[in-house]
Nanobody, 119 residues
Framework: QVQLVESGGGLVQAGGSLRLSCIAS????????MGWYRQAPGKQRELVAV???????NYADSVKGRFTISRDNAKNTAFLQMNSLKPEDTAVYYC?????????????WGQGTQVTVSS
């Protein structure tokens, strides 16, 4: 069993900050990448940011310069620091972990944490 536990969501005013955390536990083979996705009401889930085991990062254009993803490989933990939040950042944020075992890709998802930005 693999479990992803997210925390750090909440309600914040526009311009404020939040920090999301995701801890992965259980029988996970070598983690390749950890990332954050979000889904707003009526919209498709979209990539927010991803970080590889080597530290390479990729961000959605809409969050570049405002959000920072980081990870602690030893603790299988990923963080998303969100600054200068905007109302359009309101969504459920999901943690994603990608691992490989015997050449097979495994994707794991957290339960999601709500982020609400008020104007």
């Amino acid at each position: 069993q693999v479990q992803l536990v997210e925390s750090g969501g909440g309600l914040v005013q526009a311009g404020g900050s939040l920090r999301l955390s995701c801890i992965a536990s259980g029988s996970i083979f070598s983690i390749s990448a950890m990332g954050w996705y979000r889904q707003a009401p009526g919209k498709q889930r979209e990539l927010v940011a991803v970080i590889t085991s080597g530290g390479s990062t990729n961000y959605a254009d809409s969050v570049k310069g405002r959000f920072t993803i980081s990870r602690d490989n030893a603790k299988n933990t990923a963080f998303l620091q969100m600054n200068s939040l905007k109302p359009e950042d309101t969504a459920v944020y999901y943690c994603n972990v990608v691992s490989y075992g015997r050449g097979v890709r495994y994707d794991y998802w957290g339960q999601g944490t709500q982020v609400t930005v008020s104007s």
